[in-house]
């Protein structure tokens, strides 16, 4: 188990396959405070679906919050990570070129 799944409370869903396309959806629960990476995937879209995030990405020096019911949509290349600020549900959506 890493350091990111520790603070997961619980995953509600695995990633699951979506039509044709190769894009996987996560539906995550973070604990207030924890925090979730994602390897470098372009492009990625974070979903608050409650809950407010801070998000910051690897060569990026401009961080985000995201607000309840809002996204972030990432198309740089580098390592995206996500903290919950409370007590939060995401949603990931990857489609990964190449």
Same mark, same amino acid.
């Given at each position: 188990? #890493?350091?990111?799944?520790? @603070?997961?409370?619980?995953?509600?869903?695995?990633?699951?396959?979506? %039509? $044709?396309?190769?894009?996987?959806?996560?539906?995550?629960?973070?604990? &207030? %405070?924890?925090?979730?990476?994602? $390897?470098?995937?372009?492009p990625?879209?974070i *979903?608050? +679906?409650? %809950?407010?995030?801070? +998000?910051t990405?690897? %060569?990026? &020096?401009?961080?985000?919050? +995201?607000?309840p019911? #809002?996204? @972030?949509?990432?198309?740089? *290349? &580098?390592?995206?990570?996500?903290?919950?600020?409370?007590?939060?549900? +995401? $949603?990931?959506?990857?489609?990964?070129? &190449?």
């Amino acid at each position: 188990m #890493n350091a990111t799944s520790d @603070f997961i409370d619980q995953v509600v869903t695995p990633q699951q396959r979506i %039509g $044709e396309a190769d894009q996987t959806v996560s539906r995550l629960q973070l604990a &207030g %405070g924890a925090v979730a990476s994602f $390897e470098p995937c372009l492009p990625v879209q974070i *979903h608050a +679906i409650d %809950g407010w995030l801070w +998000i910051t990405q690897e %060569g990026d &020096g401009r961080d985000a919050i +995201i607000a309840p019911g #809002n996204n @972030f949509l990432s198309t740089r *290349h &580098g390592k995206l990570v996500v903290q919950a600020l409370d007590r939060a549900t +995401i $949603e990931v959506r990857r489609l990964c070129e &190449g």
